[in-house]
Nanobody, 126 residues
């Protein structure tokens, strides 16, 4: 399994970025996938998740601003981030796992995922 993120960068508050995660080595449509983020010195925070049936879940802090999606033909996971805020400044990681625990509509935890990308940095600053 290999996942490579791209699309991070610097943007002004209110701006947009689209992160990509190119995946290989597993049946893309069958695996739940997620985006996490991490600030220096802090733990991983779940941002958005898309299950194998296409169901999406978001952290409250990004609802209405971020959209997770995937292109099965390209084996690529996306995170469209709009109305970015300075507090969105973190490293962003994609994650995948064949089977994850069901949290009743809430985001799975980082410990539920085995496979991770190397991360891509997002900086939101004026």
């Amino acid at each position: 399994v290999r996942m490579v993120e791209s699309g991070g960068g610097s943007v002004q508050p209110g701006g947009s970025l689209r992160l990509s995660c190119a995946a290989s080595g597993f049946t893309f449509d069958d695996w739940p996938m997620a985006w996490f983020r991490q600030a220096p010195g802090k733990g991983l925070e779940g941002v958005a998740q898309i299950d194998d049936d296409g169901t999406t879940v978001y952290a409250e802090s990004v609802k209405g601003r971020f959209t997770i999606s995937k292109d099965s033909a390209k084996n690529t996971l996306f995170l469209q981030m709009n109305s970015l805020r300075p507090e969105d400044t973190e490293m962003y990681y994609c994650a995948a796992e064949r089977f994850i625990r069901y949290y009743g509509g809430s985001l799975a935890q980082a410990a539920d995922f085995t496979y991770w990308g190397q991360g891509t940095g997002v900086t939101v600053s004026s």
